[in-house]
């Protein structure tokens, strides 16, 4: 019962796909660490973070 929920919970979370900024599958668990771990890095790079991390740099260069 617990599983089928979950699975029934997967399909409704994949037809909203298109909405999803990433998709990590984790069919193998390494992978899907090292995916997440990009997206993590990735979002730490954003140009709103950091222009808010580095204002005064970027004020003081323009």
């Known amino acids: 019962e617990v599983i089928a ?3 029934a919970a997967a399909r409704t ?3 909203h796909v ?3 900024d ?3 599958i984790n069919d193998d668990f390494d992978v899907a ?3 997440i771990s990009a ?3 990735a979002q730490r ?3 709103s973070v950091q222009l808010q991390r ?4 970027i004020q003081a260069l323009t």
């Open 54 to 57: 580095y204002a005064s740099l």
């Open 22 to 24: 990433y998709v990590t």
């Open 33 to 35: 660490l090292q995916d």
């Open 18 to 20: 298109g909405e999803f």
């Open 45 to 47: 790079l954003a140009c």
């Open 13 to 15: 979370e994949m037809r």
């Open 39 to 41: 997206i993590i890095r």
């Open 5 to 7: 929920k979950r699975v």
